[in-house]
Structure formats: structure tokens, C-alpha cells
């Protein structure tokens, strides 16, 4: 049976941070149900009821009168987010605490700390306040890890035991969950709903056609994607003469992946210039996002990129992005056109896919610069990145 959570609405599923920016007076401005309809979702919160509506209940106790619950779920519905809760509690005069008695509920995440002071011992409260979904977000996994054997809905056999946070250039959050039976299992949280399902629909194909450098799906849940984890050590940890061995084999599961049929491409960005050559584009042979794995065999992890288009141009990627000398580049042709017998690139094709792939970077870059406005260090790389790209 999955744990239950709640969170307040106004503050939390709601931005009311102009409030105090404008000293404006909470009491009055929240008075009205008026004041539901022209709030704004607050950063995050559909990141966070993503990440935890895959291990527990999650509905809503607010402070406001019970006749304000149907502007409520008029505003979840309008904000998209009415399918994540389960209930709606307006609680009134009513303390929160008597509600989460009343309904099992163990956890509350408010951001009044008068709210949280007024729980008993029996119930628990997260404040978030000025701390990010992310930092939030740790403060859950941390409950959950040491007050409650947490499971995953799909599978109470998991009980969760540690949460491993990275941290990369990447556009999205990535949390690496261990379980106690040692079943490993990685969460992204996406950028937007469109790199989710173009990475679902991406994996769906692999997994039909039984594709096995790529991680499989586990759950979705709002922009939250669960897959296996696959082990092993990144290509850059290697020397020159297995780097060889393993950048040909990289090679063959390039073209392998790109020998899967598809009917149409997995998102509107087009990177093609004739649709019957449409193919799966990985975007992620290189140095840092290539492992070998315990077996010996070469896997693509982090599949943010993932696309689908000219098959030239995820090529073009791994000889740019993973291969250091002409003898690499060697090792990747002869591993490639190993399995893939069909016609090399026209000069045009090679020049698209050169084009396509600098913008296609670009692209993935701008992303990774908006998510990490505030580091100054990551910042300073991506620029250098984008600047290596597009000199002449």
C-alpha cells in the first residue's frame, strides 16, 4: 500500500512569492477564490509531484473554506495538474493535522511554518521555502528513506534505501535510486513534456525491437521517466587500445539502431531531408555518454537527445564527440559499415548532417544554459562548448 503525502496549495502548488516581494497582505489578497484563478503554478511543483507520484498518494490539504474546493480543482485542471492528486481537502477552522489522521496521510509539504509548528508527533512537515524543487526534493527522498519503507507503486517489493543526485550539463535533473534489494534504477525529471515522450517513444521502439545498448522503461509519471540503470565504466576511462576495440563495436550498435523501421519521427523537429530514410538517432556515442558494460558490450545512456532523422548526423556526432585520431575514426566506419551495407552519404547528405548536428548541439546547449542560470562554472563551459562548435 503506497504511503500518502499532501501538499498546500496556496504557496505551494501556487507562485505567491509577489506577495510578499510587493508586501501586499496574504489574509486579504487570499480572501477571495478570485485570487485561485489568476495564480500562477509555482517552479517545480510539477517536477516534484512527478518525482513522488511514483511512490506515493498525493492530494491536497489547503486552509481555505470548504466552498473554495472547486476553484481549486478548476485551477489543477487548467494547470494540468489534476490527474497527479487524488483528493482535494479544504479544511476550513479545521487543523491540517486532523486531516491527515482522518485520510492516513504522513507527510506535509506547506509553506507557512505555523502550519508545520501545529503538527502533532504524529504527523511530519517539509517547509519549502526559499530552497528549490531540487533542494526540496532531497528533503523528501530523505524522509522517505529514514521514516517509512517507501516503494514504488508498480512494485512494493522495492523499498527504497538511498538517492545518489547528479549533477551534469545536462537540460534535466537525474536521481540514481538504490532499493534494498540492490536493484539500481535512474529517474530523470525532463526539461518539458515534449523531450518526455520523444525519449518514451524512442525506448518503446528499442524495447520492441530488442535493442540492447539502451536502458528500458520502467514508469512515467508527469515529466518524470524511470529506467533501468545499465552499469559499467564510461569509453573515457579507457586506453587507446581498448578504446579501439570498444569505439568499433559503438560503431555496429549505431547501425544496428539505425536499421530499426520506423513510420514517422518521434518528435517535429525535423532532421531529414527524405522521410522514407528515417531513422532512430541515439545522440549519445560519445566520450561521456558511452559505457562498456560488465559484459564487455557498449551501451548508450542518458537519452535526452534522442531524435530521429538522418543517420548520418548521429554519425557525424560520434566521430566529432568520441573519437580522438583518424585511427578512432577508422574503428568507427569499420565497426558501422560491418552491419549497415547500404549506399555511404551523398556531400549533400554529409553537409546536412554536419548542419544539423551543430544545431542540434546548439539547441541542447541553450536548454542546459537556461536550467543552470546560476552556476557560473557551467555556464562558462557551455559557452566554451558552443564557441568549439561553431569556429571556423
Known sequence: MSIKIA??????CTDLSY?????????????????????????GILELISIFGLF???????????????????????????????????????????IMEQHGIVLLVDDNPDKIKFLTDKFNGILWNKQTWIELAKEIFNFLITSS?????????LILREVKYLTDLGSSQVFILLFSDNTILKL?????????????????TTTRNNYN????????????ILKSFIEGNLISTFGDSERLIYIAKAGSALAKLHSIKIDKSISDLKFNLNETSETLLVFSADNY???????????????????????W????????????????????AEGYFAIYKGDKATEEELKMAKLNYKLWVTYQLQNSKLTHSGDAQKNKIISDIFLSIWKK
Open 7 to 12: 501538499f498546500d496549495f496556496d504557496g505551494v
Open 19 to 43: 506577495i510578499s516581494e510587493q508586501l501586499v497582505d496574504a489574509d486579504e489578497y487570499l480572501y477571495s477564490p478570485f485570487s485561485i484563478s489568476i495564480s500562477k503554478p509555482r517552479k
Open 56 to 98: 506515493a498518494d498525493l492530494s491536497i490539504i489547503t486552509s481555505r473554506p470548504v466552498d473554495d474546493q472547486s476553484f481549486v480543482k478548476d485551477w489543477l485542471s487548467k494547470n494540468q495538474l489534476s490527474s497527479f492528486f487524488e483528493n482535494i481537502y479544504c479544511s476550513g477552522d479545521v487543523l491540517k493535522s486532523e
Open 149 to 157: 519503507n517507501a516503494t514504488l507503486k508498480i512494485n512494493a517489493n
Open 188 to 204: 530523470r525529471v525532463c526539461l518539458n513534456d515534449e523531450v518526455k515522450q520523444r525519449v518514451i517513444k524512442f525506448l518503446g
Open 213 to 224: 545498448h539502451v536502458a528500458r522503461l520502467i514508469a512515467e509519471n508527469g515529466l518524470a
Open 289 to 311: 555518454n558511452m559505457i562498456v558494460t560488465t559484459e564487455n558490450e557498449v551501451a548508450f545512456i542518458d537519452l535526452e537527445a534522442c531524435n530521429s532523422g538522418s543517420r
Open 313 to 332: 548526423i548521429d554519425f557525424y556526432w560520434s566521430e566529432f564527440l568520441l573519437c580522438e585520431n583518424e585511427q578512432e575514426r577508422k574503428a568507427l
